[in-house]
C-alpha cells in the first residue's frame, strides 16, 4: 500500500495491548487520523521521540482497509518545550486539545491546525496570560464554526458608538444599546481584537486588553456554550 507523508499534532493518545498505541492526529491536509504505532511504549522506540505532546511532526503512514492506519516513521519539526516546565500550561494545553477535538468533525480545515499551532506557540511564551490564549482560542472556534458575533453594528443595525452604553444579545449575536449598558467602547474593541486574526503575541501588547478580559468571558463563554457543543 501507497506511504502518505503529511504533518501532525497529537490530539490523543491510547495504549493498546503491551507496546502499542493509538494515536488520534490532527494534520493540514488529511482531516483526523488515527494511526496505530507500534511498539511506541518500548524504551528504545523510533517513533517515540517524533509524537511528542505539544509538537508538530513530519509523519509518513500507511492507511489501512478499515478505520486505523500505521504510522510508519514521525520526526519532531517543532516541540514547544517550555509548555511542560509549568503545570498550568500543560493543563491548559490539554484543555485546547480536547476542545479542538470535540468541537471537530473526522475531516476539519486546515485552518484548525493552524489555530492549534498558534496556541502552542502562545503557552510556550511564559509572558502571555493563559486568560487571554484561553478566551482567544474559543473566539477563534466560534469563528471558525462561522458563529462570529457581529462587532459593527448594533440589533437595529446602527453602527457601533464610543459614547454609548451596550448589552449583548445573545439571540442575534450583536450588542444592543442600553442606558445602563455593562459594554463600553474598550470591550467592544477587546472583542474585536479576539475574533480578528491578530495571535496572542501581538494581543497581549495592547494596553488595557487583560484588565477587560474577566467582564468579556462570560460573554464569550456563553456563546461558545450555545454553538460549540461539547
Known amino acids: ?4 507523508r503529511t504533518q501532525g499534532i497529537v490530539l490523543s493518545r491510547t495504549d493498546y495491548g503491551e507496546t502499542d498505541r493509538i494515536l488520534t492526529l490532527l494534520t493540514p491536509d488529511r482531516g483526523k487520523l488515527r494511526l496505530m504505532a507500534r511498539g511506541v511504549r518500548r524504551a528504545k522506540s523510533k517513533l517515540a521521540g517524533g509524537i511528542e ?5 513530519d509523519i509518513t503512514y500507511m492507511q489501512g482497509r478499515g478505520e486505523i492506519g500505521t504510522l510508519i516513521s514521525a520526526r ?3 516541540y514547544y518545550d517550555r509548555i511542560v516546565k509549568n503545570i498550568d500550561r500543560v493543563q491548559l494545553g490539554y484543555e485546547l486539545i480536547k476542545m479542538l477535538n470535540r468541537a471537530t468533525e473526522d475531516q476539519p480545515e486546515a485552518e484548525y491546525f493552524e489555530l492549534l499551532e498558534q496556541a502552542f506557540q502562545a503557552l510556550n511564551e511564559a509572558a ?3 486568560d487571554l490564549i484561553l478566551l482567544w ?4 472556534l466560534l469563528r471558525q464554526a462561522g458563529h ?3 462587532l459593527h453594528t448594533d440589533i437595529n443595525d446602527e453602527k457601533l458608538l464610543a ?4 448589552d449583548f444579545d445573545f439571540e442575534v449575536m450583536a450588542f444592543s444599546p442600553r442606558p445602563d449598558g455593562h459594554f463600553d467602547a474598550g470591550h467592544i474593541k477587546t ?3 479576539l475574533f480578528s486574526h491578530h495571535e496572542p503575541l501581538a494581543l497581549a501588547q495592547v494596553d488595557g486588553l487583560i484588565a477587560l478580559l474577566p467582564e468579556l468571558a462570560p460573554t464569550v463563554q456563553a456563546m461558545f456554550s450555545s454553538y460549540i457543543r461539547l
Open 76 to 78: 519532531l519539526v517543532r
Open 137 to 140: 482560542f474559543k473566539a477563534h
Open 163 to 166: 459614547d454609548v452604553a451596550y
Open 128 to 130: 502571555i496570560d493563559q
Open 1 to 4: 500500500m501507497n506511504q502518505i
Open 53 to 57: 505532546l505539544f509538537s508538530t511532526s
Open 148 to 150: 462570529s458575533p457581529n
Open 191 to 193: 472583542m474585536r481584537l
